[in-house]
Structure formats: C-alpha cells, structure tokens
C-alpha cells in the first residue's frame, strides 16, 4: 500500500493497487465537531476530482465532502452511516468513507504528503 | 469590529473554549468535550452557561409603573408577587416579536432579561414608549450565569446557602462573599436550573466554585441542542418580528386577563388571531431516520405543496434523532401529520411532533 496523501479540502486517501481508499482527516473532524450525520456517493456512481462526494454533519452544521480524484464508487462504509461518531474517534482507519476504482493515477500528484498536510492544515487554521 | 468579551473570557480560554462571534461577543460555543458531552452531561448533572450577553435591564418605579408595562406588555404584571417571573414579549402594533423576554417583580420596580442581540434596540423602544418617566438601567456591571441540570440545585446550595427553597418562575436576593446577588430559579434547557445575576468582578470566581462542586462550563452549541429538544425558541430563528405569539404557539405566556382587557400594543392582531385562527403556527417536526433538516428547509405536504419552512433543526443528544421546529400552513399543523422535509434536493419523510421532544423524568425527592 502507497502512502497516504491529502487534499486541501482535509481529505485523507490511500491507494492499493486501483483502487484508493478515502475518508476525512482528524483535523477536519476536529473542526467539525461531533459528527451525527454522514450521506455517502452511491455504490457504482462516478464521481470527479474534486466534485461532491457525500455529506458530513455535526451538531452545528452540514459540510460536504469531496472526492480528491476522479473514479467509480465500488464500496462505502455503511459503519459510519449506522454511527456516525466512529467518525470521531477513528477518522483515518476505521472510519474511512468510500472507496474508488480509480480513473487517473496522475491526479494524485496534485495532492499532499503527511508532512506537507500537517503544515497546509496548521497554517489554514490559524 | 471589536467584539466584547464577558467577565469569564478568560475563564473560557482556560477550560479550552472554542471562541465564536455572537450578537457582538466572543462567545464559546463548545468546550474540549465537544456539544454532546456538555449536552449530555447538563441532562445528567449541572451545567454552567455565562449568558453574560444577555441584557439585564431594570425599570425603577412605584405603583404606576406596573400598570404603564401592562400598556406595553401581554403579561398580568398589576397581580405579581413580588421575586415573580413572567415570560412575555416586547411587540409592535402587528404582534410581531421584537424580543421575547423575562420579566421579574421586584422591590424597587421590574427587572427584565433580554437577548443580546435585540437588548439595545429593546432599550431604545422601551425608553420612548416609557416616555423617560422611570429610572431604566441598561447594566454593564452584571454578569448573568446560569446553573442547569439536575444537579444544579445542591451544586448551588453548596456555593449560596438557601437557593433550593426557590421556587420555578422565582427568585430571591441572596448573600455571597458579603455581596449581594440576584437569583431566580429558571433556565432555557429543559431542566431545573438558576439564573444568577452577580457583579462582574465577583463572577468568575463564582463560577470557578461551581466548577468545583462538580459542574461543567457548557457552551453555546449545546444550549441550542438543549432548548431545541426542550421545544424552546430561539429568538431570530423561531420567532421574528414577522411571527406573533400566537403564531409562535406561544399564546399561553399571554395572560387570560389581558386577552379579556386588552389595552397592550398588539392587542387587536392578538384578539383577531386567536378568534380567527392563523394561516401558518410553528410545530415541532420530527424526521424519520436520521436526516437532519435545518434552517430554511422546505416542507411539503404529501400531495407536494409547499407548506412552510423549518426555522431550527439539529440533531438531538437525548432524544438520539433529530429534531426540528418550524412554520406550516395551520391545516397541516395536527400532530402526527405526515410531511416531508428538502434537503438537498431530496425530499425525506416527517411528522409533525409534540412539544417538547425531551420531557424531564424529575428525581424522585428532588427540590421543589
């Protein structure tokens, strides 16, 4: 398995062979809050970089969730949708969102590495 | 624009509040523990709220002064009993809300709570209608603290020696650190609880104490899930200067008197809605599932005619579902009327719910 990379929208995704794992990060979680709602893309959709890709809540607000690349949905995780709080206390293992079969490699070039994400994340909060 | 901070700013910080603009002030809406856990833990033991933004007017005067509010205000205010509180509302000529309100008989004249967002304007309405003929103070010097839960009261018998003898809808002088404090036995949560009003310089180590005893400072976010679930509203968002009480489905804070006499500003409008019934009436609502609807969102009835708007919605801790309240159409307003709510395009089943969604199940030997 690669290593994980981040986008500028706080999502985490990991790649294994074609198809790439994705969920938020721990930083998204922190500023969203409790979450108790979660809406996930459907199974067989297709779904853009960039573009909407399921919908967060907490107590105080719904956000959406993009997808970092382009690809077709071939799992969600129904875990988090059952309880969404897992959200909250595993965001970037057991809690992942969906998975992608994924169109275009190259579109993961754009995205950030551990270090880089740390720095992006500490700098957009302030 | 500068934001005014509450005497407990820096108590905030200390507990690791997350900060937020609110009506002009920097406000915590949550702790480290996040808005469920405060919600949950003001639902099974004491929590703290600094609703310091919140306006503390008094209005000095004698006899005349009762009856000159009643010309203002639906509230029989001529039979108070002294430390009495009455919920009412400040409105105009049309019934619409300009601020809710609580109202406290007290030796001196009247002291009224007011939202921090319409407490200046409040002032202003209030002064002209008054004609300057009383002494009205506007304080800067109070802190307002409210203590929740069911454990609220012997957490603050603790701190003030007597409080639990306060009965709902009332209050007191009491004596702490040679200081003297005002405090009545209400709250927006649900629960029992008290406000206390107390000197800005004396208010955090006030409140550091109750933090001792075993209370939690609570914030702002779990205030809304809290007075959501209780079926409360919330000025801005439930009720507006476009809603009357009746409207509001609040028509019980308006004394059964006053409707008979009338002689307060909205009288006519008041009288004709309750004669005639109104075209919209707010309701709780209560999606199936787990969807939750908020602010804004569209409902329809079942043959799809849009119908009203929810004015509140979250998810709520206790109750485990969501909860909303909102505005429809008074032939859709029967509890248990199927509805549905847009979100985002799609269209979720509803029903329309008793109030409040969160009923208290009182300790046994608890306080009365």
């Given at each position: 398995m690669s290593e994980v990379k981040y986008s500028k929208e706080h999502e985490w995704l990991k790649l294994d062979g074609e198809i790439a794992t994705i969920g938020i990060t721990q930083h998204a979680t922190e500023m969203l809050g409790d979450i108790v709602f979660v809406e996930l893309p459907d199974l067989g959709s297709n779904v853009e970089k960039d573009g909407n890709a399921g919908v967060v809540e907490s107590t105080k607000a719904a956000s959406d969730v993009y997808t970092p690349i382009s690809g077709e949905v071939v799992e969600n995780n129904q875990s988090i949708v059952d309880d969404p709080a897992k959200i909250n206390t595993d965001p970037e293992n057991e809690a992942w969102f969906f998975k992608l079969k994924v169109?275009?490699?190259?579109?993961?070039?754009s995205l950030m590495n551990k270090e880089e994400y740390e720095k992006f994340s500490k700098e957009s909060a302030s | 624009m500068n934001k005014k901070k509450t005497a407990l700013n820096s108590l905030h910080r200390k507990y690791g509040a997350k900060l937020v603009s609110f009506a002009g002030y920097e406000m915590?809406?949550?702790?480290?523990?996040g808005i469920i856990e405060e919600h949950k833990s003001t639902r099974e033991n004491a929590g703290i709220f600094d609703?310091?933004?919140?306006g503390q007017l008094f209005i000095k005067g004698d006899g005349s002064l009762a009856k000159d509010l009643e010309k203002i205000f639906p509230?029989?205010?001529?039979?108070?009993?002294?430390?009495q509180s009455k919920y009412s509302f400040l409105m105009?000529?049309?019934?619409?809300?300009y601020d809710d309100l609580i109202i406290t008989k007290v030796k001196d004249g009247f002291n009224i709570v007011l939202n921090a967002a319409c407490k200046d304007t409040d002032f202003k309405i209030l002064s002209k209608l008054l004609d300057n003929k009383y002494q009205m103070i506007l304080s800067e010097e109070l802190s307002l603290i409210a203590i929740q839960g069911p454990k609220a009261f012997m957490i603050l018998e603790k701190v003030?020696?007597?409080?639990?003898n306060l009965k709902f809808m009332n209050g007191g002088s009491f004596n702490y650190l040679n200081e003297n404090i005002y405090i009545t036995r209400?709250?927006?949560?649900g629960e029992d609880g008290f406000e206390i009003s107390i000197k800005n310089d004396k208010a955090e180590m006030f409140v550091q104490k109750l933090i001792d005893e075993g209370a939690s400072l609570i914030g702002l976010g779990a205030r809304d899930t809290l007075r959501l679930e209780a079926g409360l509203c919330l000025y801005g968002h439930?009720?507006?200067?476009?809603?009357s009480p009746v409207e509001a489905n609040l028509?019980?804070?308006?004394s059964k008197n006053r409707i008979i006499e009338g002689g307060f500003i909205g009288f006519e409008k008041i009288k004709s809605q309750i004669e005639k019934g109104v075209n919209k009436v707010r309701v709780g609502i209560k999606p199936e599932g787990k969807i939750i609807a908020r602010e804004k969102t569209s409902i329809f009835s079942e043959?799809?005619?849009?119908i009203g708007e929810i004015t509140s919605g979250t998810f709520g801790p206790s109750v485990k579902a969501p909860v909303a309240m909102g505005y429809v159409e008074n032939s859709f307003?029967?509890?248990?009327?199927k509805v549905f709510l847009e979100v985002r395009g799609k269209k979720y089943p509803a029903s329309i719910s008793n109030l409040p969604f969160y009923k208290k199940s009182y300790v046994k030997g608890a306080s009365k």
């Open positions: 169109k275009d490699k190259s579109e993961l070039d | 915590p809406i949550q702790y480290t523990k609703v310091s933004h919140m509230t029989d205010l001529s039979n108070a009993k002294l430390n105009n000529e049309e019934a619409g809300i003030i020696k007597g409080v639990s209400s709250g927006y949560t439930d009720m507006d200067i476009n809603k028509e019980w804070a308006i043959d799809n005619k849009n307003s029967k509890i248990d009327t």
